[in-house]
């Protein structure tokens, strides 16, 4: 059973800043942690296709929509087993249900509200 919880989401301004984190628990995770698992965060505007927004990856490498790039920054704590992303500039755009996931699985978290004002 693999658990991802997410949290950070909430009402901002435009031009203001979130965190949202996910906790990841189970057994993928259970002998070295998050260290060799691949772990993304996507989305879903209201009335759209869900998405990806950035990957984080075991050896390093990260990957972004192009929407995001320069204003949102992925990052991980293994040790805590935690993925963030870090949302800079918001734009109402960027108003969506936001889901971590362990990149190309099946296992994705609840989702955390975001909704941007103009």
């Known amino acids: 059973q693999v658990q991802l919880v997410e949290s950070g989401g909430g009402l901002v301004q435009a031009g203001g800043s979130l965190r949202l984190s996910c906790v990841a628990s189970?057994?993928?995770?259970?002998?070295?942690?998050?260290?060799?698992?691949?772990m993304a965060w996507y989305r879903q505007p209201p009335g759209k296709q869900r998405e990806l927004v950035a990957a984080?990856?075991?050896?390093?490498?990260?990957n972004y929509v192009d929407s995001v790039k320069g204003r949102f920054t992925i990052s991980r704590d293994n040790a805590k087993n935690t993925v963030y992303l870090q949302m800079n500039s918001l734009k109402p755009e960027d108003t969506a249900v936001y889901y971590c996931?362990?990149?190309?699985?099946?296992?994705w978290g609840q989702g955390t509200q975001v909704i941007v004002s103009s």
């Open positions: 996931r362990v990149h190309g699985t099946p296992y």
């Open positions: 189970g057994n993928i995770f259970s002998d070295n942690g998050m260290a060799f698992i691949d």
């Open positions: 984080s990856y075991s050896g390093g490498g990260t």
